[in-house]
């Protein structure tokens, strides 16, 4: 499958704890995106990543949340002292370029319990 | 706050209709972008529209961008029961992110 992956599928955690998300985009994509989506609710930005460098950050994107994407290839958001209020789906893409197409994952959904 | 405002919030119609959902946005754009959602699943995208295009179709869908009024339309023709699902329309500004509506949802009824 030559699409956009992302691990885990699903992760149930406990309020408090660190997550951690992967993303691996299309390979020949040099952006990457990060979304949240909550129920009845359209995707909403967190951040892009060009290559390797991190160029836009949503103010959503508290400073428990930090993404890297190391090598310019996969990428990994980590959610730090996880609450309730996190719990959504969490939506990776790549595109190939600015005014390309974004390609989605099948998402991570987060339920913090 | 998201750029993007579908409307219907959700339309319901019988198979082999027309569905029609619109989306309006709120400052200029590089190109406007249509997915589709089926319930828990990640997005699909459906076709791109480049802010100096004006219509756009692939297989049964049709887009239309009007630049002056902010706005674009979905139209799917011939639907499906296969064709429900929420779609969204998700906006392009500097093409370093991408706005999205709150969705439509559609419902076709076999």
């Known amino acids: 499958d030559t699409g956009v992956s992302q691990n885990p599928r699903h992760k149930i955690t406990k309020r408090g704890q660190n997550v951690t998300f992967r993303c691996d985009p299309i390979s020949e994509h040099n952006r990457l995106y990060w979304y949240r989506q909550t129920l009845g609710q359209g995707p909403e930005f967190l951040t892009y990543f060009q290559n390797e460098a991190q160029l836009e950050k949503s103010r959503l994107l508290s400073d428990r949340f930090s993404a890297e994407r190391p090598k310019g290839s996969f990428s990994t958001l980590e959610i730090q002292r996880t609450e309730q209020g996190d719990s959504a789906m969490y939506l990776c893409?790549?595109?190939?370029?600015?005014?390309?197409?974004?390609?989605f994952g099948q998402g991570t959904r987060l339920t913090v319990v | 706050s998201q750029q993007g405002e579908e409307d219907p919030q959700a339309l319901s119609i019988q198979e082999g209709e027309n569905a029609t959902m619109n989306c309006s946005y709120k400052t200029s754009i590089n190109n406007l972008q249509w997915y589709r959602q089926n319930s828990g699943r990640g997005l699909v995208h459906l076709i791109l529209i480049r802010s100096n295009e004006r219509e756009k179709h692939s297989g049964r869908l049709r887009v239309t961008l009007d630049t002056s009024k902010k706005s674009s339309s979905l139209l799917i023709t011939a639907s499906r029961a296969a064709d429900t699902a929420s779609y969204f329309c998700?906006?392009?500004?500097?093409?370093?992110?991408?706005?999205f509506g709150t969705g439509t949802s559609l419902t076709v009824i076999p």
């Open positions: 998700a906006t392009a500004i500097t093409g370093n992110q991408f706005y």
């Open positions: 893409a790549s595109s190939r370029g600015q005014v390309s197409e974004a390609f």
